[in-house]
């Protein structure tokens, strides 16, 4: 049984992002190579889905030797312009993750960071293999929200991603990573069947399926730095920032959850 499993967390995939998703966009050719690192490496890429029902039942749902899940959050248009044919040319799946709000379409809402994916491209996506599953409607902080809102923000954009594509989506991410008990609570009750938060270190099943960490891979990843992130070398040193700048901002959140309550209890 695998111990621990690296999950790589994309969002953008372009030549020239825009100002808003430059620092967690990796190029076309960047996104090649590190594809090749997985490729030269033996690591087998499987979908969210897949490794959630082999730790579920791992008799079962058993995984190939290497296990690693390559996401991508948001939807933008990159996906299916530079990483599809990378990802077919390996023969890989992933799991892209949708805010339905924000895509191309009739449920558009406007909040895109930058040129989004449509309907018809994540269709397209979905048949060469990419698992499709839910980011929220408007990626909002979901631990932020009262309860009728966040319900909205989980239902709707399950509903949307199964009236466009046949199937509705069991996998979900959390926008920004943010979670809390009640979330969790709430996605599962939704009908999603495990999420994945950030957490930047690799995903363990001692987790639980509602709690699964990511490894953010950004536009100045390096091919050396790329490859001892999936390998598990040096994790922490690597994310040490991140974790402090997360540990701040917790603090930071957690008092504006607390302020709001009482603002809600004294009106």
């Known amino acids: 049984m695998n111990t621990s499993v690296p999950v790589l967390m994309y969002h953008a995939v372009a030549r020239e992002p825009n100002a808003a998703t430059r620092g967690l966009s990796v190029t076309p050719e960047a996104f090649a190579e590190q594809l090749a690192?997985?490729?030269?490496?033996g690591f087998?890429?499987?979908?969210?889905?897949?490794?959630?029902?082999?730790?579920?039942?791992?008799?079962?749902?058993?995984?190939?030797?290497r296990p690693v899940?390559?996401?991508?959050?948001?939807?933008?248009?990159?996906?299916?312009?530079?990483?599809?044919p990378v990802l077919k040319g390996h023969g890989f799946p992933a799991t892209l993750f949708v805010s339905t709000?924000?895509?191309?379409?009739?449920?558009?809402?406007?909040?895109?960071?930058?040129?989004?994916?449509?309907?018809d491209q994540v269709r397209e996506l979905a048949a060469a293999g990419v698992e499709i599953g839910g980011h929220s409607h408007t990626h909002p902080?979901?631990?932020?929200?009262?309860?009728?809102?966040?319900?909205?923000?989980?239902?709707?954009?399950?509903?949307?991603?199964a009236a466009e594509l046949g199937t509705a989506p069991t996998s979900f991410?959390?926008?920004?990573?943010?979670?809390?008990?009640?979330?969790?609570?709430?996605?599962?009750?939704?009908?999603?069947?495990?999420?994945?938060?950030?957490?930047?270190?690799?995903?363990?099943?001692?987790?639980?399926?509602?709690?699964?960490r990511r490894l953010t891979v950004r536009r100045g990843t390096t091919t050396e730095e790329f490859e001892r992130l999936v390998t598990g070398r040096a994790i922490a040193r690597y994310f040490a920032g991140d974790r402090a700048l997360t540990k701040g901002y917790a603090l930071v959140r957690r008092a504006?959850?607390?302020?709001?309550?009482?603002?809600?209890?004294?009106?």
């Open 173 to 212: 991410a959390y926008p920004y990573g943010y979670s809390s008990r009640r979330v969790r609570a709430r996605v599962r009750a939704a009908g999603f069947r495990q999420a994945l938060a950030v957490g930047n270190g690799p995903a363990r099943r001692a987790q639980g399926p509602y709690a699964l």
């Open 101 to 119: 709000g924000w895509l191309r379409g009739a449920h558009d809402m406007g909040g895109g960071l930058d040129t989004m994916l449509d309907w």
């Open 141 to 161: 902080q979901l631990d932020q929200l009262d309860d009728d809102a966040l319900w909205s923000e989980l239902i709707r954009c399950k509903e949307i991603v």
């Open 44 to 65: 087998h890429p499987v979908t969210t889905a897949a490794l959630a029902a082999h730790w579920r039942s791992p008799g079962s749902a058993p995984l190939p030797p």
């Open 69 to 84: 899940l390559v996401t991508f959050d948001d939807g933008y248009e990159g996906v299916h312009r530079h990483a599809l």
């Open 37 to 41: 690192v997985l490729d030269d490496l």
């Open 256 to 267: 504006r959850r607390i302020r709001g309550k009482a603002i809600g209890t004294r009106v």
